[in-house]
């Protein structure tokens, strides 16, 4: 069975971090849907989100492969317990005056903003979970979509747990 | 006081242990040359081979004969881009090598100067881990941390890029004492827990086998191994790289297994009820068709890298750790002193059918031939070297006769490249095992096509006076490519003929080496003889048999009990 998988790790800050952990995917062909990078609090450190997809030995294989390269300090598996994933998506739809209330009307229900505005077209930003943005994009496919640019997936584990900078191990 | 990179570097080689380096010069590390001949001539013996992919492969033979780092110095661009296929031959069998590679200064680093190569970049896949120093200060702690990496947890090559003006730059020198690398923490411990759940299945196998590995070789693990097998009375079979951690004499050794492993070995796989794989990997060649894999078994896997477990094969016990350590445990947790009757006992059945399976097919060849069957080159070096040899080889036929003839009985007396298959590894690795162990025999067991990919190293060997030998079991084709192309591709021969060669004695005389032939079996013992008292290099050109192959044979993705047996 093939399940999509977030998976947070902490690397170094370091040059050439990004093109292993990049190339450690492509070599081994493990899927990539989306990966998000930036610093942490830690200057040393920054924190990277990943969002692959594969049955449960590749998935095992990924893991344990990032925490082979030497400079991940942490990888951890976030949807193996309670997290919280965001995406933010910017979409420019069409929008002729027909069609503007539709538009504006969807932009409400998922609480969504409209960041540019031009005589036949609208820029949407919308931030959500996964669902949210595969849905709103559904919803707005009828307008006719010109262009979406998406940051791609950043999760936190929920509650009290964290994934701390810093640490080695799981 | 402010000592340049160059000096930085050859002082902290010096800390590190290091006497011998293997290498090639050019611009970007002509500094580095300099110091060396002004500053460290006394401290270094510096191999300067005739190709840098050779210093690579000779670095890895030295470190798989001595167990100690092998070290290359070369310069950018294209010395940097030859070092690759020794690279990836060293990452595939978990070798500890360092190259350090010259590169362009660091302000014209991306600018494609003159022999400009992003060698990290190049090199990040076939490399443990790699390195470009920006700043001379850092150089001391990054070589520090690029020998711990290279020679702890799982072994593996270490490039490290040395910009012209790091190099050049002086700033004050310390050597690090230990260093810690925070992300960097392999565990080398047996889980108990683990231990324990292998042991209850260990005291309650009937068809026990150990899979050793090549880990067992760079552990040091080989004497654990021993007792561990010989009092309980398991029988041991071996990978390619595995061959030498466990005697090949002793009756409890089944041989090698796997696409070219002996009919027993590959039949007690297919009929364990026990199997203890230690420090490897289950390869492709090693496992056939996987699913039928050691089927009927529970299987204990201790392997120190987590990525090799649960990779190709789910097992029962996995155990992360350091091979020696995983077998030593055992034994305590085992409480093994002797032999228990009631143990011999309850394998009695299982020896006699290890036993039935020698005897109704072992490892055989036509011994009446006059024609030179390459498997007796094999046997009669075997023989004439009293098995104490080193002996590597290059990639195909020869290979697996090497494997199947020799009898290895000492861990790093075979070096071969098992993981990429590399041809003209053979030669370059004598090199290096020769220059560890000047006093003993160092034999590459080559085919007529391999030894053509580094011949270049004859001026080398000669230059050094490195007594190498080279048996080239010369069969006139791409003889392992040409044994598929005769089972599996209707002998439709596609460019396997490789008759167009040079004549290997002329050759080896026009570098200043000796040259010898055999044509028939009745002169292989002579020529032999001839090479093992030569004081120099020798070629040996056996002329075998063009049509032999290797068996058994498992073919790809077949089980491995369905062997094609001649
Ligand atoms: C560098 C490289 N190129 C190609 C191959 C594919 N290959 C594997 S065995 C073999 C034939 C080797 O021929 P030879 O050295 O004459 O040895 P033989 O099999 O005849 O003993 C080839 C071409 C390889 N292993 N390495």
């Given at each position: 069975?093939?399940?999509?998988?977030?998976?947070?790790?902490?690397?170094?800050?370091?040059?050439?971090?990004?093109?292993?952990?990049?190339?450690?995917?492509?070599?081994?062909?493990?899927?990539?849907?989306?990966?998000?990078?930036?610093?942490?609090?830690?200057?040393?450190?920054?924190?990277?989100?990943?969002?692959?997809?594969?049955?449960?030995?590749?998935?095992?294989?990924?893991?344990?492969?990032?925490?082979?390269?030497?400079?991940?300090?942490?990888?951890?598996?976030?949807?193996?317990?309670?997290?919280?994933?965001?995406?933010?998506?910017?979409?420019?739809?069409?929008?002729?005056?027909?069609?503007?209330?539709?538009?504006?009307?969807?932009?409400?229900?998922?609480?969504?903003?409209?960041?540019?505005?031009?005589?036949?077209?609208?820029?949407?930003?919308?931030?959500?979970?996964?669902?949210?943005?595969?849905?709103?994009?559904?919803?707005?496919?009828?307008?006719?979509?010109?262009?979406?640019?998406?940051?791609?997936?950043?999760?936190?584990?929920?509650?009290?747990?964290?994934?701390?900078?810093?640490?080695?191990?799981? | 006081?402010?000592?340049?990179?160059?000096?930085?570097?050859?002082?902290?080689?010096?800390?590190?242990?290091?006497?011998?380096?293997?290498?090639?010069?050019?611009?970007?590390?002509?500094?580095?040359?300099?110091?060396?001949?002004?500053?460290?001539?006394?401290?270094?013996?510096?191999?300067?081979?005739?190709?840098?992919?050779?210093?690579?492969?000779?670095?890895?033979?030295?470190?798989?004969?001595?167990?100690?780092?092998?070290?290359?110095?070369?310069?950018?661009?294209?010395?940097?881009?030859?070092?690759?296929?020794?690279?990836?031959?060293?990452?595939?069998?978990?070798?500890?090598?360092?190259?350090?590679?010259?590169?362009?200064?660091?302000?014209?680093?991306?600018?494609?100067?003159?022999?400009?190569?992003?060698?990290?970049?190049?090199?990040?896949?076939?490399?443990?881990?790699?390195?470009?120093?920006?700043?001379?200060?850092?150089?001391?702690?990054?070589?520090?941390?690029?020998?711990?990496?290279?020679?702890?947890?799982?072994?593996?090559?270490?490039?490290?890029?040395?910009?012209?003006?790091?190099?050049?730059?002086?700033?004050?020198?310390?050597?690090?004492?230990?260093?810690?690398?925070?992300?960097?923490?392999?565990?080398?411990?047996?889980?108990?827990?683990?231990?324990?759940?292998?042991?209850?299945?260990?005291?309650?196998?009937?068809?026990?086998?150990?899979?050793?590995?090549?880990?067992?070789?760079?552990?040091?693990?080989?004497?654990?191994?021993?007792?561990?097998?010989?009092?309980?009375?398991?029988?041991?079979?071996?990978?390619?790289?595995?061959?030498?951690?466990?005697?090949?004499?002793h009756p409890l050794f089944l041989g090698m297994l796997g696409m070219h492993g002996t009919f027993r070995?590959?039949?007690?796989?297919?009929?364990?009820?026990?199997?203890?794989?230690?420090?490897?990997?289950?390869?492709?060649?090693?496992?056939?068709?996987?699913?039928?894999?050691?089927?009927?078994?529970?299987?204990?896997?201790?392997?120190?890298?987590?990525?090799?477990?649960?990779?190709?094969?789910?097992?029962?016990?996995?155990?992360?750790?350091?091979?020696?350590?995983?077998?030593?445990?055992?034994?305590?947790?085992?409480?093994?002193?002797?032999?228990?009757?009631?143990?011999?006992?309850?394998?009695?059945?299982?020896?006699?059918?290890?036993?039935?399976?020698?005897?109704?097919?072992?490892?055989?060849?036509?011994?009446?031939?006059?024609?030179?069957?390459?498997?007796?080159?094999?046997?009669?070096?075997?023989?004439?070297?009293?098995?104490?040899?080193?002996?590597?080889?290059?990639?195909?036929?020869?290979?697996?006769?090497?494997?199947?003839?020799?009898?290895?009985?000492?861990?790093?007396?075979?070096?071969?490249?098992?993981?990429?298959?590399?041809?003209?590894?053979?030669?370059?690795?004598?090199?290096?095992?020769?220059?560890?162990?000047?006093?003993?025999?160092?034999?590459?067991?080559?085919?007529?096509?391999?030894?053509?990919?580094?011949?270049?190293?004859?001026?080398?060997?000669?230059?050094?006076?490195?007594?190498?030998?080279?048996?080239?079991?010369?069969?006139?084709?791409?003889?392992?490519?040409?044994?598929?192309?005769?089972?599996?591709?209707?002998?439709?021969?596609?460019?396997?003929?490789?008759?167009?060669?040079?004549?290997?004695?002329?050759?080896?005389?026009?570098?200043?080496?000796?040259?010898?032939?055999?044509?028939?079996?009745?002169?292989?013992?002579?020529?032999?003889?001839?090479?093992?008292?030569?004081?120099?290099?020798?070629?040996?050109?056996?002329?075998?048999?063009?049509?032999?192959?290797?068996?058994?044979?498992?073919?790809?993705?077949?089980?491995?009990?369905?062997?094609?047996?001649?």
């Open positions: 069975m093939e399940n999509r998988k977030v998976i947070s790790a902490i690397v170094e800050n370091k040059p050439g971090v990004l093109a292993r952990v990049a190339g450690m995917f492509s070599g081994r062909s493990f899927n990539i849907d989306s990966l998000s990078v930036a610093p942490t609090m830690n200057p040393d450190l920054s924190q990277m989100t990943i969002v692959t997809h594969g049955n449960e030995a590749v998935f095992e294989q990924i893991i344990k492969q990032l925490r082979k390269l030497i400079n991940i300090s942490k990888v951890q598996d976030l949807t193996r317990g309670d997290y919280v994933d965001r995406e933010l998506v910017l979409v420019k739809v069409k929008a002729t005056s027909v069609k503007r209330g539709e538009a504006l009307r969807i932009v409400e229900i998922f609480r969504a903003r409209i960041v540019d505005v031009a005589t036949d077209n609208l820029t949407i930003e919308v931030t959500g979970s996964q669902g949210k943005i595969e849905a709103m994009l559904e919803l707005l496919s009828s307008l006719g979509i010109l262009e979406v640019v998406r940051t791609g997936t950043v999760a936190i584990p929920r509650g009290r747990k964290v994934s701390r900078t810093g640490d080695t191990g799981d | 006081m402010k000592i340049s990179g160059a000096s930085i570097l050859l002082r902290s080689l010096k800390e590190e242990g290091v006497d011998t380096i293997f290498g090639y010069p050019g611009g970007a590390v002509i500094d580095i040359f300099d110091t060396l001949a002004r500053d460290f001539s006394q401290d270094f013996k510096f191999i300067l081979v005739r190709h840098e992919q050779a210093a690579v492969h000779a670095a890895d033979g030295y470190a798989r004969a001595t167990g100690k780092p092998g070290v290359c110095l070369v310069t950018s661009g294209p010395g940097g881009t030859n070092t690759v296929t020794g690279l990836a031959t060293a990452y595939m069998d978990s070798i500890p090598v360092l190259v350090f590679t010259g590169q362009v200064p660091t302000q014209l680093i991306g600018n494609d100067a003159f022999q400009e190569a992003d060698i990290v970049g190049i090199t990040r896949p076939c490399t443990k881990h790699n390195y470009l120093v920006s700043r001379t200060e850092e150089l001391a702690k990054t070589i520090k941390e690029g020998f711990l990496i290279a020679t702890t947890g799982r072994p593996g090559p270490v490039l490290i890029d040395l910009p012209k003006d790091v190099v050049q730059n002086k700033v004050k020198f310390d050597y690090p004492k230990t260093i810690e690398i925070p992300t960097y923490r392999p565990n080398v411990k047996a889980h108990p827990p683990s231990v324990k759940r292998a042991a209850e299945l260990i005291r309650l196998a009937e068809r026990p086998v150990i899979y050793a590995g090549g880990g067992v070789i760079t552990s040091g693990a080989h004497e654990e191994l021993f007792k561990f097998a010989s009092t309980l009375n398991f029988p041991v079979t071996s990978t390619l790289m595995g061959l030498g951690c466990f005697p090949a004499t070995a590959n039949m007690a796989i297919d009929r364990t009820d026990l199997l203890l794989a230690i420090g490897a990997r289950f390869d492709d060649r090693v496992t056939g068709r996987v699913e039928e894999f050691a089927k009927d078994a529970k299987i204990i896997h201790i392997d120190i890298d987590p990525t090799s477990i649960q990779k190709n094969i789910v097992v029962e016990v996995p155990i992360v750790c350091d091979a020696k350590d995983g077998l030593s445990k055992l034994i305590d947790e085992l409480k093994i002193e002797g032999r228990s009757a009631e143990a011999d006992d309850r394998l009695k059945e299982w020896h006699s059918q290890l036993t039935a399976w020698r005897n109704q097919q072992r490892l055989r060849f036509d011994r009446t031939s006059e024609i030179i069957k390459p498997q007796f080159v094999i046997e009669k070096l075997y023989e004439m070297t009293k098995g104490q040899a080193i002996i590597t080889t290059e990639v195909g036929q020869n290979q697996m006769w090497a494997a199947q003839y020799y009898l290895f009985d000492h861990p790093r007396t075979f070096l071969t490249s098992g993981g990429l298959g590399t041809m003209g590894y053979g030669f370059p690795a004598a090199i290096g095992a020769q220059v560890a162990f000047p006093g003993k025999t160092v034999i590459d067991i080559a085919g007529d096509g391999s030894i053509q990919m580094n011949i270049q190293e004859l001026a080398t060997v000669v230059q050094y006076k490195l007594p190498v030998k080279i048996a080239i079991l010369n069969n006139g084709y791409l003889g392992m490519v040409r044994q598929w192309q005769e089972r599996f591709y209707d002998k439709v021969y596609s460019h396997t003929d490789i008759t167009v060669a040079p004549d290997f004695v002329k050759l080896a005389e026009a570098y200043g080496a000796v040259g010898l032939r055999a044509t028939k079996s009745s002169e292989v013992e002579k020529v032999i003889e001839k090479a093992l008292e030569t004081s120099g290099p020798v070629i040996i050109d056996f002329i075998v048999d063009r049509d032999e192959g290797v068996y058994p044979m498992v073919p790809a993705g077949a089980p491995i009990k369905e062997m094609i047996l001649v």
